[in-house]
C-alpha cells in the first residue's frame, strides 16, 4: 500500500478514536453538560436563533449549572437567578475575572475598564468609578445634563410636527451627549457630522456583535480570524473610534489645566503624570484609550437601546403609557421638566421603566466571566480562568419572580398598595463587583428622558398595535429590536 494512503488512514483512525473518547477530562471537576465532539464542541446543539435557545434546552437536562463546549473551550453556564446570585455576590470575589468576546478582542485585549483583569482592573475600576462621580455621577449637576438634553430632545420633536420619524439616532444623540460631557468635556449638535458618524458606527458594531455570524465565530474563532467576515468590520468600525478618541487626547494634552481639569480625560492624563515613575503603573496610554471606548460605548448603545424598546413598547401597549401620562400629569404637570426627586412619587412610571428593561433583556448571556482561581462552586471544581457566563435572561425571565415572565406587565414591580416592589431577579446591569460602572446614570437617564417625552407628547404608530413586532432584529451579545416609525404628537 502506498505510504501516502497508510497516512491518510491513520489520520482517519485517530480521527475517529477522538470522536469516540470525547475530550480528555479537563482539571478539575466541571459541571454536567452534552457531550462535546473535537474541535467542534457543542456546535450540534447550536442554532440559527443563537446562544440563548439552545441553552435553555441544555438547561432542562443538565440543571441550574452546566458546561457548553463552544468550540474548544468548556464554558459554565450559570441559569436562573439563585445560581447567578450564589456566584456574582456569595462568591464574587472569586468569579470577578473578565473572559472575552472574541470580536472584540484584537481592539480590547486586556486594556481598559470594562475588559482588563487582575490588578489592572481594579485599580482602572477604582479611578473610573472616583473619576466619574466627580463629574457628575449621584450630583445634581448630572441631573442638569440629562435635564438639558431633554430639553433639547424635545425641541426635535416638536420640529417633526407629528410626522412618523425612527428615534434610532436622536435617542442615541441624547445618551452619548451624558457621557461625552463626562468623558470629554462636552456635548454635541444633533446635526454634528463627526458625532453622527460614531453614532453610526457604534449602532452598527452593537447590531454586528449580536448577530449569528459573531456567534459562529465566538465557536471558532481562532480559526475563523484569518478569514474575512463580521468580525473584520467590527474591528475597523472600533479602531475609527480609537482613532478619533486618539485625536481628542492629544487635543486634550495640549490644552491641559492641571489645576482645573475638565473631564475624565485630563483626570486621567494628569494621573499618568503622577505615576510615571511607578514600574507597575496601570495609567499607560493604551488603558487610557480602551477605558474612554469602553465608556463611550456601554454608556451610549445600552441606554438608547432601552429607550428605543420602551417607545416601541409603548406603541404595544398604548394603555400603559395612557397611565403614566396621568400619573405624570399628577405629580409633574406640564409647566417644569421632570426632576430625579419625582421618581419616588411616581411608582407606576418607575414599575414600567424597570419593566422595559427586563422585558428588552439587553445583554440576555451576560458579558462573560472567569473564576480568578480554582473555585468550588455547587459541588464542582471549576479550575482558574475557567470561562463563566451568568445568563441574565434567565433571572430576568425568571418564572419564581416573575408571574408572566415572557408578557410585558408593569405590576410585576408593583405590590398589592401600588408601591413600587423591588425584585431579586432584576439584574440588566449584572452583578457583584463587574456590575456596570454607568448604572445609576444610566438609571437617572431613563426616567428623565422617559417622563420629559410622555410629559410633552402622545405617542401614535403608523401601523396596529396588534401588528407591532417585539421579536429582535438580533440577538445573540445583545438585542437589537426592529426599526420602528413613531409620531410624537404634542399634547
Known amino acids: 500500500m502506498e505510504p501516502s494512503v497508510l497516512l491518510l488512514l491513520a489520520l482517519l483512525v485517530g480521527f475517529v478514536l477522538l470522536l469516540v473518547r470525547g475530550y480528555p477530562k479537563a482539571r478539575g471537576h466541571l459541571p454536567p453538560g452534552p457531550r462535546p465532539l473535537p474541535l467542534l464542541g457543542n456546535l450540534l446543539q447550536m442554532d440559527r436563533g443563537g446562544f440563548l435557545n439552545p441553552f435553555k434546552r441544555i438547561r432542562e437536562k443538565y440543571g441550574a449549572v452546566f458546561t457548553v463546549h463552544l468550540g474548544t473551550r468548556p464554558v459554565v453556564m450559570l441559569y436562573g437567578t439563585e445560581a447567578i446570585r450564589e456566584a456574582l455576590v456569595d462568591q464574587a470575589e472569586a468569579f470577578s ?3 472575552t468576546i472574541a470580536v ?13 483583569n487582575g490588578e489592572r482592573w481594579k485599580v482602572l475600576r477604582r479611578f473610573s468609578l472616583a473619576t466619574m462621580r466627580d463629574f457628575g455621577m449621584g450630583k445634581r449637576s ?6 438639558e438634553e431633554a430639553r433639547c430632545l424635545v425641541e426635535e420633536f416638536r420640529k417633526s410636527q407629528g410626522a412618523p420619524l425612527d428615534p434610532t439616532f436622536l435617542f442615541q444623540c441624547i445618551t452619548a451627549n451624558i457621557i461625552c460631557s463626562i468623558v470629554f468635556g462636552e456635548r454635541f449638535d444633533y446635526k454634528d457630522r463627526q458625532f453622527l458618524r460614531l453614532l453610526y458606527l457604534f449602532y452598527q458594531s452593537f447590531s454586528l456583535i ?4 459573531s456567534q459562529v465565530f465566538e465557536l ?6 484569518y478569514f474575512p467576515g463580521t468580525h473584520r468590520q467590527i474591528s475597523r468600525n472600533l479602531q475609527e473610534i480609537l482613532d478619533y478618541i486618539g485625536q481628542s487626547v492629544e487635543k486634550h494634552r495640549a490644552t491641559l489645566d492641571p489645576s482645573n481639569p475638565r473631564d475624565f480625560i485630563d483626570t486621567y492624563l494628569l494621573r499618568m503624570e503622577k505615576e510615571k515613575s511607578n514600574q507597575h503603573m496601570e495609567f499607560d496610554h493604551q488603558n487610557l484609550l480602551i477605558s474612554v471606548l469602553s465608556l463611550f460605548f456601554a454608556g451610549t448603545e445600552t441606554s438608547s437601546t432601552t429607550l428605543r424598546y420602551g417607545f416601541l413598547l409603548m406603541l404595544k401597549y398604548p394603555h400603559v403609557a395612557e397611565k403614566v401620562q396621568k400619573e405624570i400629569d399628577q405629580v409633574i404637570g406640564s409647566h417644569r421638566l421632570p426632576t430625579l426627586e419625582d421618581r419616588t412619587k411616581m411608582p407606576y412610571t418607575d414599575a414600567v421603566i424597570y419593566e422595559i428593561q427586563r422585558f428588552s433583556d439587553l ?6 466571566h472567569k473564576v480568578t482561581k480554582d473555585t468550588l462552586f455547587r459541588g ?5 480562568n475557567t470561562e463563566v457566563y451568568p445568563i441574565l435572561s434567565s433571572a430576568l425571565h425568571d418564572p419564581q419572580y416573575f408571574e408572566q415572565p415572557d408578557t410585558f406587565n408593569p405590576d410585576h414591580f408593583l405590590d398589592a398598595n401600588g408601591a413600587l416592589k423591588k425584585s431579586e431577579a432584576f439584574m440588566p446591569f449584572s452583578l457583584g463587583k463587574r456590575i456596570c460602572l454607568g448604572e445609576g446614570i444610566a438609571r437617572n437617564e431613563l426616567f428623565l428622558f422617559f417622563t420629559a417625552i410622555l410629559q410633552n407628547f402622545s405617542l401614535s404608530s403608523p401601523m396596529a398595535a396588534k401588528d407591532i413586532d417585539l421579536s429582535p432584529k438580533e440577538s445573540g451579545f445583545g438585542k437589537v429590536p426592529q426599526t420602528y416609525q413613531i409620531c410624537f404628537l404634542a399634547r
Open 220 to 225: 471558532f474563532s481562532g480559526f475563523l480570524k
Open 142 to 147: 448630572v441631573e442638569e445634563r440629562i435635564q
Open 210 to 213: 449580536s448577530s449569528f455570524s
Open 104 to 116: 472584540v478582542e484584537p481592539i480590547f485585549r486586556d486594556y481598559g475598564v470594562i475588559f482588563s
Open 363 to 368: 445583554v440576555p448571556i451576560g458579558v462573560p
Open 380 to 384: 464542582y471544581l471549576l479550575p482558574k
Open 97 to 99: 475575572g473578565r473572559g
